[in-house]
T-cell receptor
Framework: GIQVEQSPPDLILQEGANSTLRCNFS?????LQWFHQNPWGQLINLFY???GTKQNGRLSATTVATERYSLLYISSSQTTDSGVYFC???????????FGAGTTVTVRA | DGGITQSPKYLFRKEGQNVTLSCEQN?????MYWYRQDPGQGLRLIYY???????QKGDIAEGYSVSREKKESFPLTVTSAQKNPTAFYLC????????????FGSGTQLSVL
């Protein structure tokens, strides 16, 4: 099946800093989503972005499908941004999302 | 409010016991999914269903069973054959006719006594 690699595995930020999270995948995809899991376990869908660029407040994402990677940008980070960020992808030969191992982000006040 | 409801939030299983985790959605979504999350790891797919009365095995289906008798409901049974059931279980749903964004419930933490 498709392989999904996220980097870095851990990220510690000072409040107000900017950061970039990366997701590499091993095959062409028709579905790519970014999620944020808060410390209580709730997963929130941030972006559906199989290609192109989207922005939502302080978060934005870019997927370059031809080069098989996606980036999630966090600007002016806040303590509420802490948690685990997951990338999930679905290849053209499949009907289900495969998740990466996640990036754990800690934002310190 | 529209959403996905999982119950119970915490569940304890004795050796040799089957337990059932509930998942209900009122989003009118066609597809529903069960994922397992172990500490510090990503999500792994157990079972999924794209339509009522049909479901498919995911990557780690052994020791689990599901049913999809109604569009709104997708219960997961953890059988005694699952030897390492302690994990966080997440149910999700999506509308396959639109953009297939995945939405999650709040999860059930299953532990073995």
């Amino acid at each position: 099946g498709i392989q999904v690699e996220q980097s870095p595995p851990d990220l510690i930020l000072q409040e107000g800093a900017n950061s970039t999270l990366r997701c590499n995948f091993s095959d062409s995809v028709n579905n790519l989503q970014w999620f944020h899991q808060n410390p209580w376990g709730q997963l929130i869908n941030l972006f559906y972005i199989p290609s192109g660029t989207k922005q939502n407040g302080r978060l934005s994402a870019t997927t370059v499908a031809t080069e098989r990677y996606s980036l999630l940008y966090i600007s002016s980070s806040q303590t509420t941004d802490s948690g685990v960020y997951f990338c999930a992808v679905e290849s053209f030969n499949d009907y289900k999302l495969s998740f990466g191992a996640g990036t754990t982000v800690t934002v310190r006040a | 409010d529209g959403g996905i409801t999982q119950s119970p939030k915490y569940l304890f299983r004795k050796e040799g016991q089957n337990v059932t985790l509930s998942c209900e959605q009122n989003l009118n979504h066609d597809a529903m999914y069960w994922y397992r999350q172990d500490p510090g790891q990503g999500l792994r797919l157990i079972y999924y269903s794209q339509i009522v009365n049909d479901f498919q095995k995911g990557d780690i289906a052994e020791g689990y069973s599901v049913s999809r008798e109604k569009k709104e409901s997708f219960p997961l049974t953890v059988t005694s054959a699952q030897k390492n059931p302690t994990a966080f279980y997440l149910c999700a749903s999506s509308d396959t006719s639109t953009n297939e964004k995945l939405f999650f419930g709040s999860g059930t933490q299953l532990s073995v006594l």
